[in-house]
């Protein structure tokens, strides 16, 4: 209470917020807290989703292409099997490609990793699906395409990448 100058009476003045309204006020920006988090939450786990799986992509990609590429200089195949292609190039350099564990390997060296399936087939100059493997001496000299299965994947997420490899013919590059 403070002595108002004018009338000279005693009034009450108004200082501040009443606990109600301190409650209401805290309670409408706990709601807007909880969205925001929440919102900030979902996109922060959205972003890691997508950049793993965008590694798990990029991962399978690479070692299609670097398949791809070594298969470009291929001569003939020295084995053939499900999970395992072994092939001499041009140069007379032995590529191996195989299965080993979870990684997918060139030669020992790893190309990719946390591989869930790995499937190759082999198909003669008709079209026709080369079997059983492991391919025999005979079969492997039918070989003119490689068909490859590749899936990748980590924490829930799978990238499956499906290409297919022809022999070149003599003096073209494919």
């Excluded at 030669?107 to 591989?115: E, H, I, K, R, S």
């Excluded at 395409?145 to 013919?169: C, D, K, M, N, W």
């Amino acid at each position: 209470m403070i002595n108002d100058r004018k009338s000279g009476w005693l009034s009450s003045v108004r200082a501040g917020f009443t606990l109600i309204e301190l409650v209401v006020v805290m309670a409408v920006m706990g709601i807007i807290s909880v969205a925001v988090f929440s919102y900030i939450a979902s996109t922060t786990e959205l972003y890691s989703m997508l950049k793993q799986r965008e590694e798990i992509e990029h991962e399978a990609a690479a070692a299609t292409i670097r398949i791809r590429r070594e298969a470009r200089l291929l001569k003939n195949t020295t084995a053939a099997d499900e999970d395992d292609w072994e092939f001499v190039n041009r140069y007379s350099l032995t590529n191996r490609f195989r299965l080993s564990g979870t990684s997918l390997t060139m030669n020992d060296f790893p190309l990719a990793t946390g591989v869930q399936d790995f499937r190759l087939s082999y198909y003669d100059a008709t079209n026709g699906l080369l079997t059983p493997l492991p391919l025999g001496s005979i079969d492997r000299a039918l070989v003119r395409r490689v068909s490859a299965e590749l899936a990748v994947g980590r924490g829930g997420q799978t990238s499956t990448i499906h290409a297919v490899f022809f022999y070149p013919e003599e003096g073209t590059v494919k």
